[in-house]
């Protein structure tokens, strides 16, 4: 994989997410049994899939504890698929940077937004849906928004 700016941590591979063909949307889970990465996966298709499956995940997939459930998912940014990674037929791995935004409650007692930064890879799977797994990422807290009077608990 290329190289990305900054210190990063490794932490261990987590899957994502799997969406089946025809599936409007997928829950975080791991792929049956007996699947395996199999098939063509299109740098577009990949992208598109870290584009709409890691939103609804990310907060449990990154932070990994409590304040999971106080954040939301504020935007994502993907890199363009040209500047995809291919490591082989079936997997593409794409960079992204998404924020995470404390619920209006956490917000008034001071909680900031955190950004997230990493790598999501993304394999066409044998029983024809696309599958991501977490990797290299890390998620810094943002400072608290300049001019604005931080409340008191």
Not at 2 to 27: D, E, H, I, N, Y
Not at 100 to 110: F, I, N, Y
Not at 119 to 139: F, P, T, W
Request: net charge positive; charged share 20%.
């Amino acid at each position: 994989m290329g190289a990305m700016r900054g210190r990063l941590v490794t932490c261990p591979t987590l899957v994502v997410a799997l969406a089946l063909v025809g599936a409007s949307a997928a829950p975080a889970r791991q792929p049956p049994p007996g699947v395996t990465v199999k098939g063509k996966l299109s740098k577009r298709q990949a992208r598109s899939f870290v584009v709409r499956e890691l939103p609804p995940v990310a907060a449990a997939a990154m932070l990994k504890d409590r304040r999971a459930a106080f954040f939301r998912p504020a935007g994502i940014v993907v890199e363009p698929a040209r500047a995809c990674e291919r490591e082989n037929k079936s997997i593409v791995s794409c960079r992204f940077a998404i924020r995470l935004r404390p619920t209006p409650a956490r917000r008034a007692v001071g909680w900031t937004p955190i950004r997230c930064t990493g790598v999501d890879r993304v394999a066409r799977l044998s029983n024809g849906g696309i599958g991501g797994e977490l990797g290299n990422y890390r998620c810094v807290s943002l400072p608290a928004t300049v001019g604005r009077v931080r409340a008191h608990a």
